[in-house]
């Protein structure tokens, strides 16, 4: 087994597999907290799909809207947890959070179902808008976010 480079990120950073005790969480612990925050999230997108149906052909706005502000949510989230202070999170945080509760509410096979829908109701050119609007906010709120993150905790620290 190779090694990170020295000063390169762990893909996960919470788990260093050469300490033994990291090696052993269980697994069901991890699991049991994404479901309880998919289930979290989930029922928030649905809420909000159920408050703001998108007719036949219409542009999907509340899909859009989850979609942008879940990513934003995501690059929040992981600044706080990876560059957020001195006490190290809980080690559940962010399968909860970010997998769980962010995973659950961010829908981007919705979004590619929906992307077919206005395809098939003969909407090309609002499917291919939505395609990359879509795309375009997504990155754009994660960065935005993650960036202003960033400097807020800067400034208190």
Same mark, same amino acid.
Not at 27 to 38: E, F, I, N
Not at 39 to 51: C, E, I, K, P, S
């Given at each position: 087994m190779t $090694?990170?480079?020295?000063?390169?990120?762990?893909?996960d950073p919470d788990v260093d597999l050469h300490v033994p005790e990291q $090696?052993?969480?269980?697994l069901g612990r991890v699991l049991t907290a994404v479901a309880a925050g998919g289930m979290?999230?989930?029922?928030?997108?649905?809420?909000?799909?159920?408050?703001?149906?998108?007719?036949?052909?219409?542009?999907?706005?509340?899909t859009f809207w989850t979609n942008t502000s879940g990513c934003a949510l995501i690059g929040v989230l992981m600044v706080l947890i990876s560059e957020g202070g001195r006490v190290a999170p809980h080690p559940?945080?962010?399968?909860?959070?970010?997998v769980g509760v962010l995973g659950g509410f961010t829908t981007f096979s919705t979004y590619a179902v929906e992307f077919s $829908?206005?395809?098939?109701?003969g909407e090309a050119e609002r499917a291919l808008a939505y395609a990359g609007l879509t795309v375009v906010a997504a990155l754009g709120a994660v960065w935005a976010a993650a960036s202003v993150t960033r400097l807020a905790v800067r400034g208190r620290g």
């Amino acid at each position: 087994m190779t $090694r990170p480079a020295p000063g390169a990120e762990a893909i996960d950073p919470d788990v260093d597999l050469h300490v033994p005790e990291q $090696r052993t969480e269980p697994l069901g612990r991890v699991l049991t907290a994404v479901a309880a925050g998919g289930m979290l999230g989930a029922a928030a997108r649905y809420g909000l799909a159920l408050l703001w149906p998108a007719g036949p052909g219409a542009f999907p706005w509340a899909t859009f809207w989850t979609n942008t502000s879940g990513c934003a949510l995501i690059g929040v989230l992981m600044v706080l947890i990876s560059e957020g202070g001195r006490v190290a999170p809980h080690p559940l945080v962010r399968p909860f959070a970010g997998v769980g509760v962010l995973g659950g509410f961010t829908t981007f096979s919705t979004y590619a179902v929906e992307f077919s $829908r206005l395809l098939d109701a003969g909407e090309a050119e609002r499917a291919l808008a939505y395609a990359g609007l879509t795309v375009v906010a997504a990155l754009g709120a994660v960065w935005a976010a993650a960036s202003v993150t960033r400097l807020a905790v800067r400034g208190r620290g």
